[in-house]
């Protein structure tokens, strides 16, 4: 079946350091892929998507791009702020009109930044 | 807009009862969506539904049911609880179910089985 796979964690950072995150997957098809963020106490919210080969997701600084011949959708941000510090997933979603809804999740990656 | 609403956001249960996490939406989404986070694990999918009247189980659906009788609701039952279903759970929702747009979650409860 699919399956997301995320760089192991947590990750600390100072203010202004540039941040990567790596995500591979495993998928059938033409998956979509998305980066969802987490802040404290809160559910997950979408940060950034790509839907086909070679398409670039990016929102507040952040971007990611779909490489589908390594399966890599990582997440980089050249300036982090202590506002980003939450914990990061990456996930996918059958493609074709099938997924109904549900997304294959990785494990989640805790990112800290420091002032 | 009020969204994904979740009640309650905490729950301590004893093994063996049952309960209720209640899910509503306003948004008018056909698809609904259970999830549970445990630690290092992400977020696995319990169960899903396309429409009212219309469930599915997804990757982890032992022990939890699920009815979706209202576009708006779906709620989470869970019939004799045991420490293995303390988890954050997490309920969804989509307009569109191709999968190419983004799922809004509610603020979650988290539930502890002792």
């Known amino acids: 079946g699919d399956s997301v796979t995320q760089m192991e964690g947590p990750v600390t950072l100072s203010e202004e350091a540039f941040l990567t995150i790596n995500c591979t997957y495993t998928?059938?098809?033409?998956?979509?892929l998305f980066w969802y963020v987490q802040y404290p106490g809160e559910g997950l919210q979408l940060l950034l998507k790509?839907?086909?080969?070679?398409d670039k997701g990016s929102n507040k600084g952040f971007e990611a791009t779909y490489r589908k011949e390594t399966t890599s959708f990582h997440l980089e941000k050249g300036s982090v702020q202590v506002s980003d510090s939450a914990v990061y997933f990456c996930?996918?979603?059958?493609?074709?009109?099938?997924?109904?809804?549900?997304?294959?999740f990785g494990q989640g990656t805790i990112l800290t930044v420091h002032p | 807009n009020a969204g994904v609403t979740q009640t309650p956001k905490f729950q301590v249960l004893k093994t063996g009862q049952s309960m209720t996490l209640q899910c509503a939406q306003d948004?008018?989404?056909?698809?609904m969506s259970w999830y549970r986070q445990d630690p290092g694990m992400g977020l696995r999918l319990i169960h899903y539904?396309?429409?009212?009247?219309?469930?599915d189980q997804g990757e982890v659906p032992n022990g939890y049911n699920v009815s979706r009788s209202t576009t708006e609701d779906f709620p989470l039952r869970l019939l004799s609880a045991a420490p293995s279903q303390t988890s954050v759970y997490f309920c969804?929702?989509?307009?569109?179910?191709?999968?190419?747009?983004?799922?809004?979650f509610g603020s979650g409860t988290q539930l502890s089985v002792l």
């Open positions: 969804a929702s989509s307009f569109d179910g191709a999968g190419n747009e983004k799922l809004f």
């Open positions: 998928a059938t098809g033409y998956p979509s």
């Open positions: 790509a839907t086909k080969a070679d």
């Open positions: 996930a996918l979603s059958e493609g074709g009109g099938t997924s109904y809804g549900k997304l294959t």
């Open positions: 948004m008018n989404h056909e698809y």
């Open positions: 539904s396309v429409g009212a009247g219309i469930t």
